[in-house]
């Protein structure tokens, strides 16, 4: 579906009053978090409609500090998976954990209610603007169907700027319009899903954004929460799962070789996703889907493109929000 076409079904913007948000905040084991960035929602300009915590097995203090939080953010509902729903092991992100969570937790409500769908961990913190000023600007844009912020992740007592393409939404903040989310069958139960869901929005005629000037923080850094090496792994086996081609592979691996473990965070990328096409993994079977990823790599190895991508140039964060990480006593660096 073309970007014209969708504007015309949309017939223009829609009235910000009609605009009804539900949040899902998939949790295990986040008391360390989940009192921060519940606070961080509540002070909201423009909170949710509904904020469904669903709590996956927690067996820290979560489901105590879940409780109190309910008892005074009135849009808060916290519920509790079904023992077994996801699957055990120790790898989680690699067994979709958080996506069959946010998957059950979608199911206990009438979706139909809801114009927009959102998804947050339990560890991060947003700025208090955030879905205010996401909202218009999925609101001025029928077409934009998934949007999102950028992260700051903690770095040696500082907060580094995390470098991702701008087509690309983090997975712990995502923003689905209806439609989109409707067009893209929902997300997947799979390694991968938070990149499969936006590559299906493109090939159906939705853009994707991430804006460099909606920053939150990540109060635990991407990929550590099962060990550094083992996320870069992670993050290779879903490049094959993608039908990312080897010469990007071999290109990503360069960049991910400059992150600490230096040298060894390329090198487990690399084995990733060597040793899921040894195992012949399954990949996404969908030609249509193959097709536009192939044709994006293409796009996206072109010589400007890389010199960009190299270099990760980007946006700075709004300056009302690294002021307010400042002022902790931490700084911000690029």
């Known amino acids: 579906m073309t970007r014209r076409r969708l504007l015309a079904q949309a017939g223009g913007a829609s009235t910000r009053s009609s605009v009804v948000l539900l949040l899902i905040t998939p949790v295990r084991n986040e008391a360390a978090h989940i009192v921060r960035t519940a606070r961080a929602v509540q002070a909201q300009t423009r909170p949710p409609d509904l904020w469904l915590v669903a709590d996956d097995g927690s067996d820290d203090a979560t489901p105590d500090l879940l ?55 339990g560890d991060i913190e947003l700025p208090p603007d955030y879905f205010e000023r996401l909202l218009e600007r999925l609101d001025a844009d029928p077409a934009l169907g998934i949007a999102g912020g950028m992260l700051l992740e903690p770095a040696g007592g500082s907060w580094r700027r995390e470098r991702v393409p701008d087509y690309h939404v983090r997975g712990a903040l995502k923003l689905y319009t209806r439609a989109c989310f409707d067009a893209i ?77 230096v040298g060894l965070s390329g090198a487990a990328f690399l084995y990733g996703y060597l040793r899921s096409a040894a195992r012949r993994e399954a990949r996404v079977e969908d030609d249509a889907f193959r097709r536009l990823v192939r044709r994006e790599l293409r796009d996206r190895l072109r010589p400007a493109h890389l010199i960009g991508w190299a270099s990760g140039r980007s946006s700075r964060p709004s300056e009302s929000f690294v002021g307010r990480t400042t002022a902790t006593g931490t700084k911000v660096t690029s």
């Open 67 to 121: 409780r109190r939080l309910a008892a005074e953010i009135p849009y808060l509902r916290v519920i509790t998976m079904p023992r077994g729903h996801t699957k055990a092991g120790p790898d989680r992100l690699a067994l979709a954990a958080e996506a069959r969570a946010f998957n059950w937790a979608l199911s206990q409500v009438d979706l139909a209610e809801y114009t927009h769908i959102g998804k947050l961990d």
């Open 185 to 261: 069958g929902g997300i997947d139960e799979r390694l991968g899903w938070d990149t499969i869901d936006e590559t299906y929005a493109r090939l159906h005629g939705f853009a994707t954004r991430s804006f460099p000037d909606l920053v939150a923080r990540h109060h635990r850094p991407e990929a550590t929460a099962d060990g550094a090496l083992r996320g870069r792994a992670r993050h290779g086996q879903c490049a094959y799962i993608l039908h990312y081609g080897l010469p990007w592979v071999v290109l990503r691996s360069v960049k991910e070789a400059a992150y600490k473990p």
